[in-house]
């Protein structure tokens, strides 16, 4: 029996070492006209982990990681005022990488992962050469009018036609967005498998029932890995507050220096409005907010403003009185000890959270739903 639990032991012993080794990886190429070549070892960009300057656009990074990660070349291009960022995987292989479909693009092959994603990409030269004016429109429409609220006179002309410019893209890239998730969603059953699968997918799948069959089809080695456990959190951990669920209590000064409790408001309807300055829609649905307030504060509804925007203080507070949002209570999200954004579990913006009279949560709402759900309750005809 001795002899069997050390063979066991040291089995474990090994199959954890083996889990553990490193690989070598290195990622080399030439990008005409780049002055910079960052490797994030993040999809986001963050965690940089090289950088290489030369004056013909040769770039090597060579290095040591314990498992297969998706990062991103960060490109500083000559007359460019912004980085391109192209995705790249970081795994064991000696990877080649070029630009090409006009320098939009990479190939980049030599390893599994980052042969696959080149062969889906390149099956989707003609989706881009549609949807990226089309996309570039939408971005930039949303930066003019992030610049146009932070001058200190403000052209609400102005600002409406970069609005109404963004909304209009918002809508054209819609079914864009779609069709490109259809494109991808194939990609994803040609190869079930693989961390491309596992790092694309969770971005791009309909439903949590496609990415519980997308999950099963995983072995324990991507489950066991950074991304997988990043599905197992997805999927079988509480992501979201829920119907019925106590609203969590807190706190806040609000932007004319009082103190703002929840608590306080027992007895009342309350919709709390996640939002930030530089969210287009956010701030595309304030007139509607606006209507919506006027339509039911007398019938004992209540709004807090709740904005993303701790670093941007001056903004937060131009953006209100821009908005016309200071009718109601507005405050920011908070620091990690005292986080409401992150005690409601908010993951994007606009959201917004509605609470009953109890202080349990009813749901959270998209604007149709919320003008839907808020006749309901106040029977407004």
Known sequence: M???ATVALLICVQ????AQEKF????SGQFPGSKKV????NKFGSMLLDSTSNTDGTFTFKGTASETLLGQLIVEMDGKQFS???PIFIEPG??????????TQIRAEGSKNNNIMTAVESEQQDFYARASPLFDAWNSASKRMYELRKEEVVNPDSIKLYQDLYNKYAGLAAPMREERQRKLLKSFARYPNTLYTAYYALDWAPSPDSLKLMYERFDDNIKNSKIGKEWHK???????????????AFSATDANGQIVALADYKGKYVLLDFWAT????????????IELYTKYRNSGLEFIGISDDNRNVAGWKKAIKDDKIDIWPQVLRGTENNDIAKNYKVAAYPTKILIDKQGKIIGIFSDQDLDKKLSQIFAVK
């Open 2 to 4: 001795k002899i069997l």
């Open 94 to 103: 000696k990877i080649k990488v070029d630009l090409y479909n006009g320098g």
């Open 84 to 86: 391109d960022r192209f």
């Open 38 to 41: 960052l490797l994030s070892g």
């Open 234 to 248: 997805n999927l079988f951990e509480k992501k979201h507050l829920a119907a019925g669920d106590i609203a969590p």
């Open 278 to 289: 530089w969210c287009g829609p956010c701030r595309a649905g304030n007139p509607h907010l």
């Open 24 to 27: 070598v990886y290195e990622i």
């Open 15 to 18: 199959a954890g070492m083996k």
